[in-house]
């Protein structure tokens, strides 16, 4: 939600820029590789999983480092409806729902737990990347994902105290 709102899709971007700019994204073209050779079953070459590995140990701190850059103190300041709805939203009614459908699907504790902080946890660096790619507004982006992780430091212990 906040990474299509701080992309500008809603902000005067036309439909059709927007969508070449996703069809063209190499985080959505290197997903779909990905689905597509894992579910061919031929998968990358052995030679390549070095490789891979480094890009992807790599892929995490080169987001923050670009987060980092894009941010200014003042945007961690603005408190408006965006920045309250998407971290009410992201950090306390996804949690909420996705543990009130483990209870309702009656998952294992280990099973309710790991999706439990994949529902709680903040805004990917990615969204940045993502908002800055399709013109939209990155320092906002920027804003949310540090304000999130910033939240996250007390929500998450919250929330995996709520179910132990």
């Not at 709102?5 to 997903?31: D, E, F, H, Q």
């Not at 031929?42 to 987001?63: E, Y």
């Not at 103190?73 to 909420?96: F, W």
């Not at 543990?99 to 990615?126: G, K």
Request: glycine residues 10%.
């Amino acid at each position: 939600m906040a990474s299509f709102v701080a992309a500008g899709t809603l902000g005067g971007a036309s439909v059709g820029k927007s969508a070449m700019a996703l069809i063209k994204n190499p985080l959505i073209l290197a997903c779909l590789a990905g689905i597509g050779l894992n579910l061919s079953g031929v998968g990358l070459p052995g030679w390549s999983q070095d490789t891979v590995a480094l890009l992807g140990r790599a892929a995490l701190p080169l987001g923050l480092v670009a987060v980092g850059v894009a941010l200014r103190p003042a945007a961690l300041l603005r408190i408006d409806r965006g920045v309250l709805a998407t971290n009410s939203v992201k950090l306390l009614l996804m949690p909420a729902l996705v543990l009130a459908l483990t209870w309702i699907l009656q998952l294992d504790p280990v099973s309710r737990d790991v999706a439990l902080l994949f529902a709680a946890l903040p805004t990917a660096t990615s969204a940045y990347i993502l908002a800055r790619q399709l013109g939209g507004d990155a320092e906002l982006m920027a804003a949310i994902i540090t304000g999130q992780t910033l939240l996250a430091m007390l929500t998450l212990p919250f929330w995996l105290q709520l179910v132990s």
